[in-house]
């Protein structure tokens, strides 16, 4: 997009520029430059998409779920994933996307969603593997875009931040029972985090390039810490409870650097997570194909909600 030449007045720029860097945040309808507009439009619409397609993976996991009160339990998470998604499709809207096009462009192809809703959650010890360590991964952007310069945004995020550290809590549960459950469960879960390792690293994209790009996202505060501080927070508060419950992280070169107070870890495969980014994933072509069934499915639901006008109310 850095391409992309917006001729703004240098004017209302410059005040744009320095009431963000005063920490002041943009609400729907004030001006914003055009790039402005079309990265916070960008960076909403692929999280909309991400929760509405994060709910996917447990949702198979609903009718299998060990007992009453875990059916229960995941059951109620995944509907705060996909009121998440109808929040942020509504904020998204503010920038100037209907909900209707947002959608087209998910099933059709078109738009992104984050890399780890592409992977198949294969045993119950998945779903514990994506309650602490997907939501714990997300937890650490979402957190930081508390203090997103869009308003809207920022507000909602608040809001889907408590309800993410709940899913976290109800993951280390699940997490707990099969970390101090028998042999088998244990093997199950080293299993699913052997699996789960590299996506979680992808999850915060590459490091950074020191471009003018990202320099001006994060001076515009739509990005707010950099790809690797996010994953070295990430590092820090998840693997120690990885190895503290005696579970092996599937890197040997995995270090902690007392000096530079960070985790040194090896390079993994950015190739895969370009790969996944072009819906090329292990799940993405059968994940997006049943969205796109439900989505024919309730059509019904769309056609009766506009005959009788209730959209307009
Ligand atoms: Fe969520
Ligand atoms: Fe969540």
Same mark, same amino acid.
């Given at each position: 997009?850095?391409?992309?030449?917006?001729t703004?007045?240098?004017?209302?720029?410059? #005040?744009?520029? +320095?009431? *963000? !860097?005063?920490?002041?945040?943009?609400?729907? &309808?004030?001006? $914003?430059?055009?790039e402005?507009r079309?990265?916070?439009?960008r960076?909403?619409?692929?999280?909309a998409?991400?929760?509405?397609?994060?709910?996917?993976p447990?949702?198979e996991w609903?009718?299998?779920?060990?007992?009453?009160?875990?059916?229960?339990?995941?059951?109620?998470?995944?509907?705060?994933?996909?009121?998440?998604?109808?929040?942020?499709?509504?904020?998204?809207?503010?920038?100037?996307?209907s909900r209707?096009?947002?959608?087209?462009?998910?099933i059709?192809?078109r738009?992104k969603?984050?890399?780890?809703?592409?992977?198949?959650a #294969?045993?119950? +010890?998945? *779903? !514990?593997?994506?309650?602490?360590?997907?939501? &714990?991964a997300? $937890?650490q952007?979402?957190?930081?875009?508390?203090?997103?310069s869009?308003?809207p945004?920022?507000?909602v995020m608040?809001?889907?931040c408590?309800?993410?550290?709940?899913?976290?809590?109800?993951?280390?549960?699940v997490y707990?029972?099969?970390?101090?459950?028998?042999?088998?469960?244990?093997?199950m879960?080293?299993?699913?985090?052997?699996?789960?390792?590299?996506?979680?690293?992808?999850?915060?994209?590459?490091?950074?390039?020191?471009?003018?790009h990202?320099?001006k996202?994060l001076?515009?505060?739509?990005?707010?810490?950099?790809?690797? #501080?996010?994953?070295?927070?990430?590092?820090?508060?998840f693997?120690?409870?990885?190895?503290?419950?005696?579970?092996?992280?599937?890197?040997p070169?995995?270090?902690w650097?007392?000096?530079?107070?960070?985790y040194?870890?090896?390079?993994p495969?950015?190739?895969?997570?370009?790969?996944?980014?072009?819906?090329?994933?292990?799940?993405?072509?059968e994940?997006?194909?049943?969205?796109q069934?439900?989505h024919?499915?309730?059509?019904?639901?769309?056609?009766?909600?506009?005959?009788w006008g209730?959209l307009?109310?």
């Open positions: 997009m850095s391409d992309h030449t917006h703004e007045d240098p004017e209302r720029l410059a #005040e744009f520029e +320095a009431r *963000v !860097a005063a920490g002041e945040q943009v609400e729907t &309808g004030e001006w $914003m430059p055009g402005y079309q990265e916070a439009l960076l909403i619409q692929m999280h998409n991400s929760e509405i397609m994060g709910a996917m447990e949702r609903i009718p299998r779920a060990p007992t009453l009160s875990r059916k229960m339990a995941l059951t109620a998470k995944v509907q705060d994933e996909v009121g998440h998604a109808q929040l942020l499709y509504r904020v998204a809207e503010t920038l100037g996307r209707v096009q947002m959608i087209a462009d998910l059709e192809g738009s969603f984050h890399n780890v809703f592409h992977y198949p #294969e045993t119950w +010890a998945d *779903v !514990a593997v994506i309650q602490v360590f997907v939501d &714990g997300a $937890m952007t979402q957190g930081a875009l508390r203090s997103s869009y308003a945004y920022a507000r608040k809001r889907i408590y309800e993410e550290d709940f899913h976290i809590r109800l993951g280390l549960d707990r029972t099969l970390a101090d459950g028998t042999p088998r469960q244990r093997a879960l080293q299993d699913a985090i052997t699996r789960w390792w590299v996506p979680l690293l992808h999850f915060f994209g590459m490091p950074d390039r020191v471009s003018p990202t320099e996202m001076r515009w505060r739509l990005k707010v810490k950099s790809n690797e #501080e996010l994953r070295q927070q990430f590092l820090r508060k693997v120690p409870i990885i190895q503290e419950a005696g579970f092996t992280v599937p890197d070169a995995l270090r650097d007392e000096a530079s107070q960070r040194a870890y090896a390079e495969d950015w190739e895969e997570l370009k790969r996944v980014g072009r819906n090329q994933g292990p799940k993405s072509a994940r997006l194909a049943l969205r069934d439900y024919r499915r309730h059509r019904w639901v769309r056609e009766a909600v506009e005959r209730l307009a109310a």
